[in-house]
T-cell receptor, first 114, second 112 residues
Framework: DTGVSQNPRHKITKRGQNVTFRCDPISEHNRLYWYRQTLGQGPEFLTYFQNEAQLEKSRLLSDRFSAERPKGSFSTLEIQRTEQGDSAMYLC????????????FGNGTRLTVT | SQQGEEDPQALSIQEGENATMNCSYKTSINNLQWYRQNSGRGLVHLILIRSNEREKHSGRLRVTLDTSKKSSSLLITASRAADTASYFCATSLTGTASKLTFGTGTRLQVTL
């Protein structure tokens, strides 16, 4: 069971730098989600892909954030010109088709912006 | 924004006792799910209840759903130290079955 894989696990960057995170979903899952979680809070939805199409994007996602899923396999989330407020855990999840299939989460990438 | 809110925010019990967590949400849903998160890890799916179901069981877990009150509860029976984690409810809204919206979570501590 390969599960959902996220890299890196931890990222420390200086304010103003760009960062990119990678997510490898479960191979047969065509739906992929990015969430952000801050300490003591639940995950907040950022964006959603069905295959390679980005179908929904939260208003939380400013112009500095961009996500891609080329070829409908792995996905990347890039944050440009990072700010201290971007410090959080970034979680990726995938699921199969159907309204009742659960999300399978990776262990996240913890971003610290200094 | 958070769709649901869990209550209590934190719960501390002794091993062997039952733990009950509640979740309230705001709009009509397609289904409600419960997830567990150990510190520093991703979330793990526990159980899903559809909007036309009222109660569901899985092992030591029992979930109820009251759509008229827009609330759900998760009962963990005979708790173990390994149940120590944060528990989140998540809702899939009617008409938008693509994404889940999570609540704020209940932090459960089970002591020996």
């Amino acid at each position: 069971d390969t599960g959902v894989s996220q890299n890196p696990r931890h990222k420390i960057t200086k304010r103003g730098q760009n960062v990119t995170f990678r997510c490898d979903p479960i191979s047969e899952h065509n739906r992929l989600y990015w969430y952000r979680q801050t300490l003591g809070q639940g995950p907040e939805f950022l964006t959603y892909f069905q295959n390679e199409a980005q179908l929904e994007k939260s208003r939380l996602l400013s112009d500095r954030f961009s996500a891609e899923r080329p070829k409908g396999s792995f996905s990347t989330l890039e944050i440009q010109r990072t700010e201290q407020g971007d410090s959080a855990m970034y979680l990726c999840a995938s699921r199969s088709d159907g309204p009742y299939s659960p999300l399978h989460f990776g262990n996240g990438t913890r971003l610290t912006v200094t | 924004s958070q769709q649901g809110e869990e209550d209590p925010q934190a719960l501390s019990i002794q091993e062997g006792e039952n733990a009950t967590m509640n979740c309230s949400y705001k709009t009509s849903i397609n289904n409600l799910q419960w997830y567990r998160q150990n510190s520093g890890r991703g979330l793990v799916h526990l159980i899903l209840i559809r909007s036309n179901e009222r109660e569901k069981h899985s092992g030591r877990l029992r979930v109820t759903l009251d759509t008229s009150k827009k609330s759900s509860s998760l009962l963990i029976t005979a708790s173990r130290a390994a149940d120590t984690a944060s528990y989140f409810c998540a809702t899939s809204l009617t008409g938008t079955a693509s994404k889940l919206t999570f609540g704020t979570g209940t932090r459960l501590q089970v002591t020996l």
